[in-house]
């Protein structure tokens, strides 16, 4: 029996675990965390009887402690909770899904306690890659990717063996705006970037889907999950979403991974690795499909996807002050503060005009992330 520890699972990516969970008999939940929805992290208690549960809040741990007293479970809070969680002896991996900046320390934490990360929470190595994968070799710790370009890469490149690759090809849909010009993304609004052609995401990941600064995230994260060159990373606009990511060899062949928009799919690959297991679902069906398009990503309009690239090169601190001035600015455009075309510009100024520092340790990072989000604050108010 794989037991199994899921950081977020009210989330998309939680739920769509917990999903896989129910599909499979082989594994345990031995404990969730989630930030603030108590209804359903209770009804999540009750279906998969957990050992332990966290939430952000300590008022909505109080709560929860009431409402489930009659399981036995232990209710914890705050990042001391999460900690705690992730640091349980009886299990094997840490689905770490949650959003943000949050789920670094939860992360480095499961990390020393020799857990096999199932990582779904991207903002980890794309601020704190240069500290997390040394860590992981330290402690000879696995790191299986989840999301779906990732994975994609992970899975093409088994049997690899020695075999060097030359490129990384990152497929990207191109989000709900791909072919509008900068006069027509001042017209969108909230609704328009939450409608995604393909994927069914949380708000946060959908709104960077429609900015591109996900996959500016991904070309990030990518670098330090496959230890390749920036140079190497070149990234596709595929609308129809069926190949998700490529490799190349040095010989030219070209190795993809192609299947339904799907998260199950990464995730039951990440908890089931080396082997794969059952799963439902509709299958590809090639003589529907008939066709695929590729074109090359507009970063002229959609600017957040070469900030990524600028950050990244740069180094240090400024991918944390890419994600961190991100991760407020979208925040301002859920919350109707500031306009979609904002987004960008706000990280651009963020880190033309922040602290910049060159190794920085995990408490420089997080000076970061706050020095950011209160740039963004500050300026949100139209630029």
Known sequence: MKKIVILGSTGSIGTQTLAIVREQDDIEVTALCAGANVRLLEQQIREFHPLAVALWKEEDAKALRESVKDLNVTVYSGMEGL?????????????????????????????????????????????????????????????????????????????AGENPVTRILLTASGGPFRGRNSEELEQVTLEDALRHPNWSMGKKITVDSATMVNKGLEVIEAKWLFAVNLSQIEVIVHPESIIHSMIEYEDGGVIAQLGTPDMRLPIAYALNYPKRHSLSGKRLDFYELASVHFEKPDTEVFYGLRLAYDAANRGGNMPTIYNAANEKAVALFLAGKIRFFEIPALIEGAMAHCSYRENPDLSEILETELESHEWVAIHGNGI
């Open 83 to 159: 900690l705690e969680v992730v640091q349980l002896p009886n299990y094997e991996i840490c689905v770490t899904a949650m959003v943000g900046m949050l789920g670094i320390r939860p992360t480095i934490a499961a990390i020393c306690a020799k857990k096999t990360i199932a990582l779904a929470n991207k903002e980890t190595l794309v601020t704190a890659g240069h500290l997390i994968m040394p860590l992981a070799r330290e402690h000879g710790v696995s790191i299986l990717p989840v999301d779906s370009e990732h994975s994609a890469i992970f899975q093409a490149l088994q049997g």
